[in-house]
């Protein structure tokens, strides 16, 4: 068991309401909002998708947490990568699930973060940031404000009470943990200065607890960086799927250009494809490898979006079981996968009304 690749599934907790999604994009606004409303721009792609069963879930209701931990243990998921929305000292959002999660010992599967370390804001604003909900703006720009949640590392005061919050999931026994290092990812580069003096002052603050250091990995954009431990190859990485396809490159530029026809369109067996190249060709002991089960962000973007398509069980299971055998032969202990329940951005485990459980099926029956 000790050479054992763990499956690492990418966790979305927007789906409760919080004070500030009301603000923003309207009352009772959660991720399945934009999920319902999703529209089907051309054939072969389905839209909108549904929970199996209807199964539209409360993610501040403890017992929707616990079973989704039961259905990734029945099946062979190691643990979620929860994403963490802290955007100063005074702004932590869509933390609920998580917090939930570390009250109840009961949900007994590994865990880790990975933190939005950026900006919200409206999708025609032009500075930097995570344009959460494009499709929602169009509703909702009247309001005028274009930066939705300000962010900022601060200083050392702020880098301390961050870590502080985060210091009672650190010492759970469930938290992931490398070399007596806690696993914290982090999504973007954004004042990257700024962000190896605060990495720089963790990694030292958390021997005060008995840690050996936090264990960064960076999780988009760079390939090698020397403030980190691990580099993950982050999928969906459209910037290199475009380059993929010569046919599809010019269909995509003739749609958006001549044809005014969107969302962008690539193929699910070549997008596999990049991926188990480039995890082949990066074989270093700092490179962590990512993996996919489908993409289609239409539901958040419309006709704005990118979406793959092609999904098809069989690459799945085939592309999935090649790269945990790369895996296994380069030494990585860890393959992080897009994603437990990104339902906004058609990456999701979780079972649906078109796939049933035949996705959680491949997982489990993987020779790992």
């Given at each position: 068991?000790?050479?054992r ?5 990418m ?8 004070p500030?999604?009301?603000?923003f ?9 934009t999920?319902k409303s ?7 792609i ?6 199996l069963?209807?199964n ?9 947490i616990k079973w ?8 062979g998921i190691d643990g ?6 802290w955007?100063?000292?005074?702004k ?5 699930p998580?917090?939930l ?7 007994n ?9 950026e900006?919200?804001k409206?999708t025609w604003?032009a500075?930097y940031g ?13 309001l005028g404000?274009?930066t939705?949640v300000e962010?900022?590392?601060e200083d ?11 210091l009672?999931?650190f ?14 990812m ?5 004042r990257v ?6 990495i ?9 607890f008995?840690?050996?250091?936090v264990?960064f990995?960076?999780k988009k ?16 990485h ?17 749609n958006?250009?001549v044809?005014k026809r969107?969302p962008?369109v690539?193929?699910y067996a ?5 991926l ?7 074989s270093?002991k700092?490179?962590l ?5 489908n993409?289609?962000?239409?539901p958040?973007r ?6 793959v398509?092609g999904?098809n069980?069989?690459?799945f ?8 055998d ?15 329940n ?5 990456a999701?485990?979780?079972?649906d ?5 035949k996705y959680?099926?491949i997982?489990k029956?993987?020779k790992?």
């Amino acid at each position: 068991m000790s050479n054992r690749v763990k499956i690492i599934a990418m966790y979305l907790p927007q789906y409760h309401e919080i004070p500030e999604n009301n603000e923003f994009w309207g009352n009772g606004f959660t991720d399945w909002t934009t999920v319902k409303s999703a529209k089907q721009y051309f054939k072969g792609i389905k839209q909108p998708k549904v929970p199996l069963n209807n199964n539209y879930y409360d993610l501040s209701k403890v017992e929707n947490i616990k079973w989704q931990v039961e259905l990734a243990q029945k099946y062979g998921i190691d643990g979620f990568c929860f994403y963490h929305y802290w955007f100063s000292s005074n702004k932590n959002l869509l933390q609920m699930p998580s917090e939930l999660f570390l009250a109840d010992k009961s949900l007994n599967i590994n865990f880790c973060f990975c933190w939005d370390n950026e900006p919200w804001k409206r999708t025609w604003d032009a500075q930097y940031g995570n344009a959460w909900s494009p499709i929602m703006d169009k509703k909702y720009s009247k309001l005028g404000k274009k930066t939705l949640v300000e962010f900022d590392y601060e200083d050392e005061t702020g880098w301390k009470k961050h870590f502080d919050y985060l210091l009672p999931f650190f010492k759970d026994d469930r938290y992931i943990k490398i070399n007596n290092m806690p696993v914290f990812m982090f999504c973007n580069y954004y004042r990257v200065e700024e962000l190896k003096k605060m990495i720089s002052f963790w990694r030292e603050y958390a021997k005060e607890f008995g840690f050996d250091g936090v264990c960064f990995i960076a999780k988009k954009t760079k390939l090698y960086d020397d403030f980190t431990d691990y580099n993950y190859f982050y999928q969906p990485h459209f910037s290199a799927w475009e380059q993929s396809s010569l046919i599809m490159k010019v269909v995509n530029r003739l749609n958006s250009k001549v044809f005014k026809r969107s969302p962008m369109v690539y193929k699910y067996a070549r997008v596999w494809k990049w991926l188990l190249k480039q995890a082949k060709q990066y074989s270093h002991k700092r490179f962590l490898y990512g993996a996919f089960v489908n993409y289609d962000d239409t539901p958040r973007r419309g006709d704005a979006g990118k979406t793959v398509v092609g999904k098809n069980e069989k690459v799945f299971a085939k592309c999935m079981q090649e790269l945990i055998d790369i895996s296994k032969k380069y030494d990585k202990k860890y393959i992080f996968l897009t994603a437990w329940n990104e339902w906004g951005e058609g990456a999701y485990l979780e079972p649906d009304t078109e796939s049933g459980m035949k996705y959680l099926e491949i997982i489990k029956n993987l020779k790992r």
